[in-house]
């Protein structure tokens, strides 16, 4: 079974950083490219970034370019998004996801989200 | 990069049928799309992936009621025989080289 645990949200105070963490199982994670996507509190999706199987290849959204680092150690399973110079607009749940099939396709799997809270 | 348009609601009865609308932005027509269905205080789940031909490849586990078709730049999400649990919000996204898009989602009410 396929599952994905994202941990590392809470509250941090504007300029401040954070990483977050998304725990895989149930498939060969270094086969596969991942993303994250954030969702503010009543608001729509947001793809915030994704990285290859391998780690090679990153890509961003413009929103967070320069303040985002996605990265992957394929032997520990783990995905991680270090935020840095946080805002109150990045505060949203972020979600990582499986993209199974490749980039060119939907996320086959979600977990379950971690919230991050930038405030004062 | 490509832009998606949604309506931001729609609504219909128990039982019945909904069409809902995702529309690409002029030079991206051809592009492929998925739908992801959003059930309150859950994570987004992948309905289907729908290609500018009309065809599509269902997610796991998605009913038969949910079905996929093309118009255009238009992309169309069917939910046939509505139920209580398809009150959700529903997002098409689609992709190119190096970035992801996301519509602005359709919040569907099941009267």
């Known amino acids: 079974e396929v599952q994905l645990v994202e941990s590392g949200g809470g509250l941090v105070q504007p300029g401040g950083s954070l990483r977050l963490s998304c725990a895989v199982s149930?498939?060969?994670?270094?086969?596969?490219?991942m993303t994250w996507v954030r969702q503010a509190p009543g608001k729509g999706l947001e793809w915030v970034s994704a990285i290859s199987g391998s780690g090679g290849s990153t890509y961003y959204a413009d929103s967070v370019k320069g303040r985002f680092t996605i990265s992957r150690d394929n032997s520990k399973n783990t995905l991680y998004l270090q935020m840095f110079s946080l805002r109150a607009e990045d505060t949203a749940v972020y979600y990582c996801a499986l993209l199974g099939s490749g980039w060119y396709s939907p996320p086959d799997y979600w977990g379950q989200g971690t919230l991050v809270t930038v405030s004062s | 990069q490509p832009v998606l348009t949604q309506s931001s609601s729609a609504s219909a009865s128990l039982g019945s049928s909904v069409k809902l609308t995702c529309t690409l932005s002029?030079?991206?027509?051809?592009?492929?799309i998925a739908w992801h269905q959003q059930q309150p205080g859950k994570a987004p789940r992948n309905l289907m992936k729908l290609e500018n031909s009309g065809s599509y490849n269902k997610g796991s586990g998605v009913a038969d009621r949910f079905s996929g078709s093309s118009s255009g730049a238009d992309r169309y999400l069917t939910i046939s025989n509505l139920q209580s649990e398809d009150e959700a919000d529903y997002y098409c996204e689609t992709w190119d080289s190096n970035t992801r898009v996301f519509g602005g989602g359709t919040k569907l009410t099941v009267l």
């Open positions: 149930g498939f060969i994670f270094s086969s596969y490219a």
């Open positions: 002029s030079g991206h027509s051809s592009y492929t």
